[in-house]
């Protein structure tokens, strides 16, 4: 890493977000494009909300190639964006943004990440908790991946059905959703059915958005996008002899993504199995503190 930051030719890559000093993206980023032989390297940026756009436009002036965009920047990133993916425009939110000359690109890799790290596999219906803006980019991937029903769950109902009609314009089969109230949660886990808990609910405490069941069918799989610990809604889940993966694999996989955009490369030419190993050793080494 120092030879790279001695040269004078070095190209940046930025992360911009509110916090950001917890984020694994320096991490997983670094090594990868270390391993990749890149002469670039990637920086964090706390960005206030009213700096946001200057700060945007600063960075192709000094160079960089691109940039990732977290919480709570992604829809100001979207509308920064000279040009947009179709996947971004359908989500309303960008999370990489890509400089062009004059041009700024935008694309959003979370919904793609995702389902690459489920391993792309198909599910007869999911029950997806929370309308958030984690909630959009998995409810369009299930959508345009074909999952046939889809069961919307939040605690404010009119935000989940407000989800559902914007899904439906962005999305040919939108109408397949169907909205819930949190508390209908273990009746809606029929077998093969993917569960993904997309709520902040479960970083802190004990806590579970909805109901834990009482027992599983066959074929369940529940992808958690939390990933620094086990939540109650994990344990559960194994307890009862259910699959769960948590949302490090999104992480890496959303980051291979944008590096993928970076460079040129294809997606297969990044290293996440790498940016996985090290993700996942800083947390189970984090943990242990
Ligand atoms: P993100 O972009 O990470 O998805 P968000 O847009 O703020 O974050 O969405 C947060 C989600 O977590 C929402 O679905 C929110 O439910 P509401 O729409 O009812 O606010 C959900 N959430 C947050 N705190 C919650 C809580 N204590 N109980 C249940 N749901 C909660």
């Known amino acids: 890493m120092n030879s790279v930051l001695e040269r004078a030719d070095l190209a940046t890559l930025w992360l911009l977000g509110n916090p950001v000093s917890h984020s694994l993206s320096p991490l ?3 090594r990868a494009l270390q391993q990749l032989g890149s002469k670039a390297v990637y920086l964090a940026a ?7 756009e200057s700060v945007v436009r600063a960075l192709p002036k000094l160079g960089a190639v691109g940039a990732n965009v977290t919480v709570p920047h992604k829809e100001r990133a979207f509308r920064v964006c000279d040009r947009v993916s179709d996947r971004a425009q359908a989500m309303g939110a960008v999370n990489t943004l890509l400089f062009r000359g004059q041009e700024i690109y935008g694309d959003n890799t979370d919904g793609a990440g995702w389902w690459r790290s489920l391993g792309q596999r198909c599910f007869e219906r999911a029950v997806v908790i929370g309308a958030g803006g984690a909630a959009r980019a998995v409810c369009y991937t299930l959508l345009t991946q074909g999952v046939s029903r889809l069961a919307l ?3 404010t109902l009119s935000r989940a059905e407000a989800l559902r009609s914007e899904l439906s314009s962005a999305t040919p089969d939108g109408g397949r959703i169907e909205v819930f109230s949190l508390d209908r949660f273990p009746e809606l886990l029929q077998s093969n059915t993917l569960v993904v808990q997309t709520t902040s609910v479960g970083l802190e405490g004990d806590l579970s958005p909805v109901p834990l069941p009482e027992s599983l069918p066959t074929g369940v799989l529940l992808s958690e996008l939390i990933y620094a610990r086990t939540t109650a809604l994990m344990a559960c889940f194994q ?6 993966q ?3 694999g999104m992480l890496c996989a959303q980051g291979a993504e944008s590096l993928a955009l970076w460079l040129g490369l294809e997606f297969e030419e990044i290293p996440l199995q790498m940016m996985l190993e090290v993700a996942r050793e800083r947390v189970l080494g984090a943990r242990d503190v």
């Open 239 to 244: 307890e009862l002899g259910g699959e769960v």
């Open 153 to 155: 769950l939040n605690r």
């Open 46 to 52: 706390r960005v206030e909300e009213e700096n946001f």
């Open 246 to 248: 948590d949302g490090l």
């Open 28 to 30: 997983i980023q670094n």
